[in-house]
């Protein structure tokens, strides 16, 4: 499983609230992802990096932040949370050895009210 | 904007059936990849196939790509009920930091 794990699984939250959802990794590999994924759009990029302090913006970036201060954790954040950010979160890396090939994490469950 | 559009969206057959889905993509890649999703949990890379490839084994899986169609389908033989899932292709199209951009899916039902 990559040694990826996600916090918290699952959170709801209410519209103009910021959140912060955290990926961390044991492997000290040196890209990370952040996708969301909604029925009929498959997985979007959201914002990634490629190494500590530095990320970039992915298809999908406006309302959300990330932060990646050290190699294991990658934190992205939803300023203030609306509705439209109701999704399902997953975080993935790239193998230093394999780095064509992503390895996600379980998810996280974000409901905004 | 999505980069691989997957057909069927979603696809039932029996055990033992072979089952094949297809991506298309917009842009020139570098490679092609597909992905597994169970209900609810992460996705699972299956196989990769480059560009100068045209296809691809692994198990029971065989993943063809046609560059000049900018297409590419994957097969699955002999399913089997764990089969069930969603089946997602990536493409990466050389943006730099292995960035790959996913299909819709398509979501297999394998009936006993």
């Known amino acids: 499983d990559a040694g990826i794990t996600q916090s918290p699984r699952h959170k709801v939250t209410e519209t103009g609230t910021p959140v912060t959802l955290r990926c961390h990794q044991t492997?000290?590999?040196?890209?990370m992802y952040w996708y969301r994924q909604d029925p009929g759009h498959g997985l979007r990029l959201i914002h990634y990096?490629?190494?500590?302090?530095?990320?970039d913006k992915g298809e999908v970036s406006d309302g959300y932040s990330v932060s990646r201060s050290k190699t294991e954790d990658f934190l992205l954040t939803l300023e203030s949370a609306t509705s439209s950010q109701t999704s399902v979160y997953f975080c993935?890396?790239?193998?230093?050895?394999?780095?064509?090939?992503?390895?996600f994490g379980p998810g996280t469950r974000l409901l905004v009210l | 904007s999505q980069q691989g559009e997957e057909d069927p969206q979603a696809l039932s057959i029996q055990e033992g059936e072979n089952a094949t889905m297809n991506c298309s993509y917009k842009?020139?890649?570098?490679?092609l990849q597909w992905y597994r999703q169970n209900s609810g949990r992460g996705l699972v890379h299956l196989i990769l196939?480059?560009?100068?490839?045209r296809e691809k084994h692994s198990g029971r899986l065989r993943v063809t790509l046609d560059t000049s169609k900018k297409s590419s389908s994957l097969l699955i033989t002999a399913s089997r009920a764990a089969d069930t899932a969603s089946y997602f292709c990536?493409?990466?199209?050389?943006?730099?930091?292995?960035?790959?951009?996913f299909g819709q899916g398509t979501r297999l039902t394998i009936n006993p």
């Open positions: 993935a890396i790239a193998r230093q050895a394999d780095q064509e090939t992503q390895y």
């Open positions: 492997e000290n590999h040196r890209y």
């Open positions: 990096s490629y190494g500590v302090k530095d990320t």
């Open positions: 842009t020139s890649i570098n490679n």
């Open positions: 196939i480059r560009s100068n490839e």
């Open positions: 990536a493409t990466d199209a050389n943006q730099g930091a292995q960035k790959l951009v």
